[in-house]
């Protein structure tokens, strides 16, 4: 019976010890950074694109 034990915990170990987890952890932290790059540059050139507009608006008139 010890041994049946021994042979079923040793096959659990080997199939939950995987590194799955910390690869999807690290490609979710760098889509999240990749995201705060891009809400920050679309925020800073949103603003300058904006106030272009405006001077070609403005020049129009």
Same mark, same amino acid.
């Given at each position: 019976? /010890?041994?049946? #034990? =021994? #042979?079923?915990?040793?096959?659990?170990? %080997?199939? &939950?010890?995987?590194?799955? @987890?910390? *690869? $999807?952890? =690290? #490609? %979710?932290? /760098?889509? %999240? /950074?990749?995201? +705060?790059? &891009?809400? /920050? %540059?679309?925020?800073? $050139? @949103?603003?300058?694109?904006?106030?272009?507009? *405006? @001077? +070609? @608006? *403005?020049?129009?008139?």
């Amino acid at each position: 019976m /010890l041994t049946s #034990y =021994e #042979y079923i915990s040793a096959w659990m170990q %080997a199939r &939950c010890k995987t590194d799955r @987890g910390a *690869s $999807l952890v =690290e #490609y %979710a932290l /760098l889509v %999240a /950074l990749i995201a +705060v790059v &891009c809400i /920050l %540059a679309i925020t800073f $050139l @949103g603003k300058a694109a904006s106030s272009k507009f *405006s @001077g +070609v @608006g *403005s020049a129009i008139q």
